[in-house]
Structures are given as C-alpha cells and as structure tokens.
T-cell receptor, first 115, second 113 residues
Framework: AQSVSQHNHHVILSEAASLELGCNYSYGGTVNLFWYVQYPGQHLQLLLKYFSGDPLVKGIKGFEAEFIKSKFSFNLRKPSVQWSDTAEYFCAVNEGGAAGNKLTFGGGTRVLVKP | KAGVTQTPRYLIKTRGQQVTLSCSPISGHRSVSWYQQTPGQGLQFLFEYFSETQRNKGNFPGRFSGRQFSNSRSEMNVSTLELGDSALYLC????????????FGPGTRLTVL
C-alpha cells in the first residue's frame, strides 16, 4: 500500500528564516503530488500540486516544491517565512488511474513561526 | 463560487448510536471523497463517490458507509458508534476524473461519549 512520510512532526523557526519540509512516498509508479495547509481554525487548502512537467512547482504565498523522482521525494520550501505561515502542512499523494481521487496523506508537520 | 459545505459542524453522540453526515460539493463537481482526521492516525481516506457510484474505499469497517445523490451531494453514515470514531470528518470535492485537485470542506466534528 502507498505510504507517505513527513520527516518532521514539529518545526519552530523565526520570521524571515527559510523553511524546508520533507516528504517521501513509497509508490513506484506515476503519481500526482500535493501539499495542503491547515491554518488554525481553518479548513485544508491546497498550496501547490505536481502532475507532470517541470519538477519545480510554485504555489501560493511564496511556497515552492521540488519533485525528485529518483528519491521519491516532494519537498516543500519557502525562502522567508512570516508569522502568518504558522499552520500544519500535509503532503499527499494520488496514484491516479483506478485510485480515482483517493489521497494518501503524510502525518503532517506543525510549523510555528515566532514573530 | 460557494465552497464545499458540511452539516452539521458539530455532533455529540453516545456509543451504539448511529450518525449521518452531509456534504454539498462545489457546484459542478462530481467527485466527493470523505476523510477521517484524528490526532493519532492523521488523515485517512474513507471512500470516494463519483456519479453516484462508490469508486474507492479505504480500510474502515463496514459500519462506515456512504452514498451520493444525483445532484452530487453526499452523505456518510456511521452505525453502532464507538469511542474511537470521535474525529473530524472531512469531505472533499473534485471536478472530475482521477488524480484531480480536491477542495475540502470545514469538516464535521463528531464526539462519541
């Protein structure tokens, strides 16, 4: 079965610091990759997605992610975080095809940005 | 465009009861998926409905069931509630197809006493 691992459960950093969150998945075939964010008290929102093409994808709010097929990784980055980036971040994978729209999520990373 | 809506937002039930949760997808979206979110297990896929047919099912017992209506609205039902069913139940909708971007609703917080 597909599995998704997020290496850090909690990250604490100061404003203006750079952020990188790791994500690895187990499926060896073609996948669609997503990063979702859940701000305190709000619902899950899509940050960015990768279906095909350029492995460096840009999302909303200055976030980007790089797909490295050989490493089964899809790491999220932001060069300079703000206090408003405090949230929980989820990596998710979809296998497409018969899997329909089923998403397998990583365990999430709680990010706290100190002002 | 209105987002995904879920009703009710909060529910308190006792063990052994059953519960029905409702989800209205974004207008025009034909796929509805349900997820369970708990602190211990994280986000887990329950099932997906597309054009009134269950297309996929996660690893949950048969007490968890769902359906989709012709207007794409979906309901999920949990029978014989257990304490461990306490969770946030999320609904997500997609326009069409496989591997599509999903839009999530605010969730229904179910507490089982």
């Amino acid at each position: 079965a597909q599995s998704v691992s997020q290496h850090n459960h909690h990250v604490i950093l100061s404003e203006a610091a750079s952020l990188e969150l790791g994500c690895n998945y187990s499926y060896g075939g073609t996948v669609n990759l997503f990063w979702y964010v859940q701000y305190p008290g709000q619902h899950l929102q899509l940050l960015l997605k990768y279906f095909s093409g350029d492995p460096l994808v840009k999302g909303i709010k200055g976030f980007e992610a790089e797909f490295i097929k050989s490493k089964f990784s899809f790491n999220l980055r932001k060069p300079s975080v703000q206090w408003s980036d405090t949230a929980e971040y989820f990596c998710a994978v979809n296998e497409g095809g018969a899997a329909g729209n089923k998403l397998t999520f990583g365990g999430g990373t709680r990010v706290l940005v100190k002002p | 465009k209105a987002g995904v809506t879920q009703t009710p937002r909060y529910l308190i039930k006792t063990r052994g009861q059953q519960v029905t949760l409702s989800c209205s997808p974004i207008s025009g979206h034909r796929s509805v998926s349900w997820y369970q979110q708990t602190p211990g297990q994280g986000l887990q896929f329950l099932f997906e409905y597309f054009s009134e047919t269950q297309r996929n099912k996660g690893n949950f017992p048969g007490r968890f069931s769902g359906r989709q209506f012709s207007n794409s609205r979906s309901e999920m039902n949990v029978s014989t509630l257990e304490l461990g069913d306490s969770a946030l139940y999320l609904c997500a909708s997609s326009l069409v197809g496989s591997g599509d971007e999903q839009f999530f609703g605010p969730g229904t917080r179910l507490t089982v006493l």
